[in-house]
């Protein structure tokens, strides 16, 4: 398995960014897919952000995230997204996504990740 983020930058507070995590040798839409989306800034935990299950199709968020962060598929590219929106300087942090095996606790279960990619809100 390989996941691949990018679409990360600098964005002035309030505006947007669509991060994308291309996957390999892992189907993001197959039955048993379960993916996420992390940040870790600078000195503090890594925590979980967006998260999306195939079966029953469920997405789940962060209270920090709701309302304006969306994680999407797209089943022709074999790729996740994270739109997000209305960004906060306090978004700014590097940004992960990872496959694993749901255990029924979102944000755990996590076996593969990607490099990360850097956003930085101002």
């Known amino acids: 398995v390989q996941l691949v983020e990018s679409g990360g930058g600098s964005v002035q507070a309030g505006g947007s960014l669509r991060l994308s995590c291309a996957a390999s040798?892992?189907?993001?839409?197959?039955?048993?897919?379960?993916i996420a989306w992390f940040r870790q800034a600078p000195g503090k935990e890594r925590e979980g952000v967006a998260a999306?299950?195939?079966?029953?199709?469920?997405?789940y968020y962060a209270d920090s995230v709701e309302d304006r962060f969306t994680i999407l598929r797209d089943t022709t590219k074999n790729t996740v997204y994270l739109q997000m929106n209305s960004l906060k300087p306090e978004d700014t942090a590097m940004y992960y996504c990872?496959?694993?095996?749901?255990?029924?606790?979102?944000?755990?279960?996590?076996?593969?990740w990607g490099q990360g990619t850097q956003v930085t809100v101002s």
């Open positions: 040798g892992y189907t993001v839409t197959a039955t048993s897919a379960y």
């Open positions: 990872a496959t694993g095996t749901w255990g029924g606790i979102w944000f755990r279960g996590q076996n593969y």
């Open positions: 999306i299950r195939s079966l029953p199709s469920y997405t």
